[in-house]
């Protein structure tokens, strides 16, 4: 099994696992939250620890230690990416399973399973993005959206569409749904690797919002934004961020 093969294959378990501890009945709220974290994350880190025993790993959900920063493959996980969304059991939440290499967001998997049927979306299955023309549709935060991408939509006539987890909000623009997500409230490496991932896979543009390059498995995991969009309004998005 390649690295995308066992990425797409974990994220897809993991959220059908995630699935039958919601339809259980046994938890609701936080408390749903909280059992599917860890559930999820049990399962991704035996099956990684088993199948990739050499590389490195951080999860979320584990506690982090330094040997991952002697490793040049370091799984990146994020067992529910929503946890709050999952345990309001909506649709936009999602399972992060990733490779970095030397520190790039190489290989990965978003699940979506809250989704009709469930979705996998994965760096080796290119699917072709839906053309459209228009003002941008930017997805931004359900809570606390960013104030540049709030900007960023004035300024170019576009639409803000709120949604959930980071990986839902970047695969709506992997899945044509949106154009732009623009986040400036912090994240973890997590939360994003891969997301970026599987964007880059599909010829998204991702940097940080100054344009700097994304770089993973560092010893502080903290990432303060996030870029994800088309290429054909990258220009447009960092003239309006620069304006």
């Excluded at 979506?112 to 699917?127: C, F, K, N, Q, Y």
Aim: proline content about 5%.
């Amino acid at each position: 099994m390649t690295d995308a093969e066992l990425a797409a294959h974990l994220a897809g378990i993991a959220g059908r696992i995630l699935i039958e501890v919601r339809d259980s009945g046994m938890f609701d709220g936080k408390a749903l939250g909280k059992a599917g974290d860890q559930t999820a994350n049990e399962f991704l880190i035996h099956a990684l620890r088993h199948q990739r025993p050499e590389d490195g790993l951080l999860s979320e959900e584990s506690k982090d230690t330094e040997e991952r920063l002697e490793k040049s493959r370091v799984w990146i996980i994020d067992p529910v990416d929503g946890t709050r969304e999952f345990g309001e059991m909506r649709s936009d939440w999602a399972v992060h399973v990733a490779l970095a290499v030397n520190g790039e967001a190489s290989i990965g998997a978003v699940a979506l399973p809250g989704l009709a049927g469930g979705v996998v979306l994965r760096t080796d299955e290119i699917r072709a993005l839906p053309s459209r023309d228009g003002p941008p549709r930017l997805v931004v935060s359900r809570t606390r959206p960013a104030s540049e991408a709030i900007a960023v939509a004035e300024r170019l006539g576009g639409e803000l569409i709120p949604m959930g987890s980071a990986g839902a909000k970047a695969m709506a623009v992997v899945r044509g749904e949106a154009e732009v997500y623009l986040h400036s409230g912090g994240q973890f490496e997590w939360d994003s690797c891969a997301p970026v991932a599987v964007a880059r896979a599909h010829g998204l543009h991702c940097s940080r919002i100054d344009g700097s390059p994304l770089i993973y498995n560092q010893k502080d995991t903290y990432m303060p934004d996030l870029l994800i969009c088309r290429q054909e309004w990258t220009k447009a998005v960092f003239a309006a961020l620069n304006s």
